[in-house]
């Protein structure tokens, strides 16, 4: 049987998840309403096997291995398996050098 897991998001990642619909709503509200209900969504996907999604790459190479990521073209949902919790951390746009904004947020 498969485990189940509550979701929790972080304030950072809510923030991130704010500013890149509050960017899109400039342009196209609907689309804004749209992309984050797409995200939220696959987000909440993570409550049964998490362990699907792969180790950041870009973290892997540092050796941290305790962070995955959820892609959702062109956003990636970074989060942490915490025993019966999934932690949502931060959610990136993959145009953005993620490696860069990981460790400047890990090292916080």
């Known amino acids: 049987m498969n485990r189940s897991y509550e979701i929790a998001w972080a304030r950072v990642a809510e923030n991130d998840l704010k500013e890149i619909i ?24 993570l409550y049964t096997m998490p362990e699907r999604c792969r180790i ?13 990521e ?6 990636r949902i970074i ?3 915490a025993e019966i919790k999934i932690y949502v951390l931060s959610v990136l ?6 490696e ?8 916080k």
């Open 22 to 45: 509050d960017y899109i709503a400039i342009d196209s509200p609907a689309n804004a309403l749209k992309i984050f209900q797409k995200i939220k969504k696959k987000a909440s996907s």
């Open 56 to 68: 950041v790459p870009e973290l892997k190479d540092q050796g941290i291995l305790q962070y995955r």
């Open 70 to 75: 959820l892609i959702v073209p062109p956003w």
């Open 79 to 81: 989060f942490r398996i």
């Open 93 to 98: 746009d993959s145009r953005q050098n993620i």
């Open 100 to 107: 860069d904004i990981l460790l400047r947020r890990l090292i």
